[in-house]
């Protein structure tokens, strides 16, 4: 009874029911529209319904999330050459041919290329 009680009480966090209902559209408009458009389409509608039907604050302080996550990753990509989203997804960007292969692949699937250690989590310049 406890988690039901402490998941409904995070349900009722607007940040959390802001990001629940952008997730939610952003898997309509994967399903219905596009893969590549659907952030951008879940994001302004969630944005534009809040600000126009909620309040104007959790947009704001969720668009601060999200600028901060990504200024975060560009800051990972510059100065570690380490790129976060290639490392979600499991692989590595080979430094020759520029192809994405598998994390711990240790030669190139596309043009053979064999990957060194200093290699591996390393965007390729
Ligand atoms: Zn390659």
Redesign the pocket.
Known sequence: MEIITNISYILKDPLVQFFLWMAVLHIIGQVFVDKKISFWIASVATTFLWYKYRDPYTPAYAWGIIVGFILLAYILKIVFHFNIFLFLKGRKR??????E?HLRAKV??????VFSEKDDLKEGD
């Open positions: 080979c430094p020759k041919c520029y192809e292969a190139c699937p596309f043009c053979g290329h």
